[in-house]
């Protein structure tokens, strides 16, 4: 059975949280989500491969000893930005989405909410350079799949929602249509910041929604 919407997002919390490290005090907390900050800046901006640690830990302005304390490597680090990051993407996701009562108008939102992601969040952008660039680690790359296992399942219910309230095409397969949607906004993506430097990333979006929209429109005559 298909997971509902909030019930997928709470899966994705659970297995982040899971992988974290267990008990830890609040100044610590602190600490860790501060370096979690800091580093998701330098990914953003640099890439995994041009992060040095160094200049991580001189930015957060927490010594070696609890910068080590908290991430073991420059792996552990990034993986552990992706999963933080993950989880702020979710829940701003679900935040836009549930201000609307039909599955159809949820979808707008969604995207609404990831483009006012990449233009208030400029950290955000660490999930796709990081994405990109650990993927061609063996060992790390099914780290990763969560990310965009967990999109296209949120898209997927939606577009199966849509169908049942009678605003999307019976005949369609929500699971095909919910990843080829991720696909094209994520070709979006990377079009806009390589034509514009990701200014035009709304404007593009609009465009693929108004094309997915009336490729999946039902008939209502």
Not at 1 to 20: G, H, S, T, W
Not at 56 to 70: E, L, M, N, P, Q
Not at 149 to 168: C, F, N, Y
């Amino acid at each position: 059975m298909r997971l509902a919407m909030a019930d997928q997002v709470i899966e994705l919390k659970r297995r982040a949280a899971a992988r974290q490290r267990p008990a830890m005090t609040e100044r610590g907390e602190v600490t860790r989500r501060h370096i979690l900050e800091v580093a998701a800046a330098f990914f953003a901006e640099h890439g995994y491969a041009g992060t040095s640690l160094n200049d991580v830990i001189r930015d957060a302005g927490v010594t070696k000893g609890a910068f080590y304390f908290h991430f073991p490597s420059k792996e552990a680090l990034a993986l552990q930005v992706l999963r933080y990051k993950q989880e702020q993407w979710a829940g701003r996701i679900v935040s836009a989405t549930m201000r609307h009562p039909r599955a159809v108008d949820q979808l707008a939102g969604m995207v609404e909410a990831l483009c006012d992601l990449h233009e208030q969040d400029p950290t955000a952008k660490a999930l796709g350079r990081l994405c990109i660039e650990l993927s061609d680690d063996p060992d790390l790359a099914p780290e990763l799949t969560g990310q965009f296992t967990t999109w296209i399942e949120l898209t997927a219910s939606l577009i199966s929602k849509a169908q049942q309230e009678g605003d999307v095409r019976p005949d369609i397969d929500p699971d095909l249509t919910g990843e080829v949607a991720v696909a094209a906004f994520l070709g979006a993506e990377l079009m806009s910041k390589m034509l514009s430097g990701g200014s035009d990333l709304r404007e593009r979006t609009s465009r693929a929604r108004a094309f997915f929209v009336a490729a999946m429109q039902a008939d209502l005559s």
